[in-house]
């Protein structure tokens, strides 16, 4: 059995957010339509010793127990009773509190890494279901691609694949909290849902443009009214692009563009308008779940 590994996580977007109604738990009853990208982080795992010790090149990611990395392997560590340790360095890619779900696709990368190192042997299903327990992107990040994600967001369903889009990513230099955009979404003042059959449709097709027009984020109603930097950033990006739509609960805006070319044009002009602060990336749709490098 070998004692290391490198795996890729890939950053998520969602092509619609919807929330169908709070639950009584708190949690909400979304649907979304999620979709991985080609912008990534690179994980190495190895064995050692004793003990989970997580080492990052960026400065905001943790390095304690609140790590999703951490909390991911002392869950797999305490069912199967492993008392060994892992080293986990962390190359960040990924914008953190984006609402790319970097830290959800790590923890999904260390699910996987320990399942091999250690030779657990459980199949994808079977991490997903372990996954839902740590938060609930980390399941999508097993399988990555296109996926209907239903439930509290741990109910999946593999979609046909999405064609090759192109886009931008804008990342302002703030966070925003999940947890503060669900806490004041009101379901009864918004009456516009996204359609999520066109999408469905869209995708089924390989139709880039129909897959770009419905697609929709129901947390802009929360996030836009709350951080006007975000709405003036949208604002922005939709007028250099097909489409510009907010990924997750924020803050990251993204572009849909027609190819590399008008991704690159697009990146410059936002280099030259926005200050330096603003982390500007592109990617496209890619069909890839956690991968060994
Ligand atoms: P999501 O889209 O799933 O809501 P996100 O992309 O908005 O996630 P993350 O990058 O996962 O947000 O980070 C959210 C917070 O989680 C960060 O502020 C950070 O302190 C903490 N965190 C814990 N583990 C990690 C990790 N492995 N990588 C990045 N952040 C992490």
Redesign the pocket.
Known sequence: MVDNIDLKSYA?INLTLDVLAKRKDGYHEVEMIMQTIDLSDKLSFSKIKKGIEIITD?P???TDN????YKAAKMLFGEFGITEGIRVN?T?R???????????S??AATLVAINQLWGLNLSKEELATRAANL?A?IPFCINGGTQLATGIGTELKILDQAPEIYLVLVNPPF?VS?AEVYGNLDLHKINIHPNKDKVLEGLKDKRSDIIIKWSSNLLENVTLKRYPDVKRLKEKVDSLTSKALMS??GPTVLGFVRGIKEANKVKNILEQELDNKHHIVVSKTNNKGIEEI
Do not use: F, M, R
């Not at 609140?66 to 990395?69: A, E």
């Open positions: 998520k960026h905001d990611v943790p609140s790590n999703l990395i962390l960040k990924i914008p953190v509190a984006a609402g790319l779900a970097g830290g959800s790590n923890a938060g992107d966070e999940t997750g609960s």
